[in-house]
């Protein structure tokens, strides 16, 4: 995956042969995206996964594609952290330290009444 952003146009420049070419229609766009601020709102270039803050996935039939497909690509581009939000399941897969096919850390936190608005949105670098 050259850059999140072009995720319809490329896979991933570590696999000869596949950067510049089009991705399948279900890996093109995460469902959130932060991203570091800066004051053109990437407007004069694509943002990086080093620019990623955390990236986002929600899924109800998907869980399965996006924990075995997406997860490692976002891991291999060096996406620092993913987060799959399993809606049947009702619980936050959370993977941090990308590593070369996986992440290095990995926790799941029950989605629930007592998980408060704050604790969701205390995203950082990390």
Do not use: C
Not at 48 to 61: F, G, M, S
Not at 68 to 74: E, F, I, Q, T
Not at 94 to 101: D, I, L
């Amino acid at each position: 995956m050259e850059e999140i952003h072009r995720m319809d146009t490329a896979v991933d420049p570590g696999v000869p042969g596949d950067a510049g070419q089009p991705a399948p229609a279900g890996l093109r766009e995460p469902d959130l995206v932060l991203v570091i601020p800066r004051a053109d709102f990437y407007a004069t270039s694509h943002r990086r996964p080093d620019q990623v803050l955390l990236l986002v996935e929600v899924a109800d039939t998907t869980v399965g594609f996006d924990r075995s497909v997406k997860a490692p690509l976002y891991a291999r581009a060096g996406v620092r952290e993913f987060w799959l939000v399993d809606l049947d399941g009702e619980l936050v897969q959370v993977h941090r330290e990308p590593a070369a096919e996986s992440y290095r850390s990995y926790n799941r936190k029950l989605w629930n009444r007592e998980m408060k608005r704050q604790r969701i949105l205390q995203v950082g670098p990390t």
